[in-house]
């Protein structure tokens, strides 16, 4: 598990049990991947067209992770504490505004 440096409330057991994390595991492999290729790209020297047009393919890869991750977490953590009779609702708000993360 990669940590930010900030300090952690959850125990190593409860952060892996969020079901979508092999899923966000599987994409964030498949951008590093692709990531790789760039560098690979930059050294043979190719087009700086073809670089950002797979750099843009690589950023849009880690920003679906980002926000999987977020309504993953939207799910497994706040459905927890929120009334289950508003908790469709108030989950559907917070998943909607964060596309503008």
Known sequence: MISSGRGSSHS?????SHEGHGALIK???RAGGH?????????ADRPCAELAQQL?????????????????HLDHCLSKVVPSA?????L???KDITKYL
């Open 35 to 43: 990531l790789q290729n760039v560098i690979e790209m930059i050294e």
């Open 86 to 90: 508003k908790s469709d609702a108030v």
């Open 12 to 16: 190593m057991s409860e952060a892996l």
């Open 27 to 29: 994409r964030l492999k």
């Open 56 to 72: 843009h393919a690589v950023e849009r890869a880690i920003t679906a992770a980002k926000k999987a991750l977020i309504h993953e």
């Open 92 to 94: 559907s708000e917070f």
